[in-house]
Protein backbone atom coordinates (compact mmCIF):
# COMPACT_ATOMS: atom_id res chain seq x y z
CA UNK A 1 0.00 0.00 0.00
CA UNK A 2 1.80 3.45 -0.95
CA UNK A 3 2.13 6.37 1.47
CA UNK A 4 -1.06 9.07 1.44
CA UNK A 5 -0.02 12.35 0.99
CA UNK A 6 -1.89 15.36 1.63
CA UNK A 7 -3.30 17.24 -1.08
CA UNK A 8 -2.13 20.66 -1.13
CA UNK A 9 -5.51 23.71 -1.13
CA UNK A 10 -5.09 26.99 -2.54
CA UNK A 11 -6.62 30.26 -2.72
CA UNK A 12 -8.75 31.55 -6.25
CA UNK A 13 -8.98 34.73 -4.12
CA UNK A 14 -6.59 37.17 -3.09
CA UNK A 15 -5.93 37.61 0.49
CA UNK A 16 -3.60 40.60 0.38
CA UNK A 17 -3.14 43.70 -1.89
CA UNK A 18 -0.86 45.98 -3.96
CA UNK A 19 1.70 47.15 -2.00
CA UNK A 20 1.10 45.23 1.03
CA UNK A 21 4.33 45.15 3.10
CA UNK A 22 4.28 41.04 3.83
CA UNK A 23 6.72 38.36 5.05
CA UNK A 24 7.44 35.20 2.31
CA UNK A 25 10.01 32.32 2.37
CA UNK A 26 11.85 31.67 -0.98
CA UNK A 27 14.51 29.28 -1.53
CA UNK A 28 14.16 28.50 2.24
CA UNK A 29 15.48 32.02 3.11
CA UNK A 30 12.62 34.36 5.15
CA UNK A 31 12.10 37.84 3.38
CA UNK A 32 10.42 40.95 3.95
CA UNK A 33 8.48 42.63 0.76
CA UNK A 34 5.93 44.65 -1.28
CA UNK A 35 3.20 43.18 -3.23
CA UNK A 36 3.54 44.50 -6.66
CA UNK A 37 1.14 42.50 -8.66
CA UNK A 38 -1.31 39.88 -8.46
CA UNK A 39 -1.74 36.87 -10.74
CA UNK A 40 -3.51 34.09 -11.30
CA UNK A 41 -2.03 30.43 -12.64
CA UNK A 42 -4.19 28.32 -15.35
CA UNK A 43 -6.02 26.76 -12.72
CA UNK A 44 -6.90 30.34 -11.12
CA UNK A 45 -4.58 29.35 -8.15
CA UNK A 46 -4.19 32.98 -6.60
CA UNK A 47 -0.34 34.08 -6.39
CA UNK A 48 1.42 37.36 -5.73
CA UNK A 49 4.83 39.02 -7.71
CA UNK A 50 6.54 40.12 -4.57
CA UNK A 51 9.67 42.51 -4.66
CA UNK A 52 12.49 43.05 -2.23
CA UNK A 53 15.83 44.65 -2.31
CA UNK A 54 15.55 45.72 -6.32
CA UNK A 55 14.52 41.68 -6.66
CA UNK A 56 11.47 40.58 -7.90
CA UNK A 57 10.21 37.61 -6.97
CA UNK A 58 7.42 36.15 -8.97
CA UNK A 59 4.38 33.63 -8.28
CA UNK A 60 4.27 33.42 -4.67
CA UNK A 61 1.70 31.30 -2.89
CA UNK A 62 0.27 31.51 0.51
CA UNK A 63 1.16 29.37 3.30
CA UNK A 64 3.25 26.40 1.67
CA UNK A 65 0.74 26.25 -1.79
CA UNK A 66 3.52 26.38 -3.82
CA UNK A 67 7.03 24.86 -3.63
CA UNK A 68 9.37 27.43 -4.38
CA UNK A 69 8.03 30.26 -2.36
CA UNK A 70 5.07 31.63 -0.47
CA UNK A 71 3.93 34.51 1.43
CA UNK A 72 3.71 33.83 5.33
CA UNK A 73 0.19 34.87 6.25
CA UNK A 74 1.01 34.23 10.41
CA UNK A 75 4.43 36.78 10.02
CA UNK A 76 3.14 39.00 8.04
CA UNK A 77 0.06 39.34 10.48
CA UNK A 78 2.59 40.08 13.56
CA UNK A 79 4.06 42.66 12.02
CA UNK A 80 0.89 44.60 10.64
CA UNK A 81 0.08 45.00 14.77
Wanted: include cysteine.
Amino acid sequence: MGKRTKKKTFRVTHKYKLNTVVVFIFAGSRRIGEIIELTREENKHATYTVTSRGTIYPCLGLDYSKDHGSILTKETESIKA
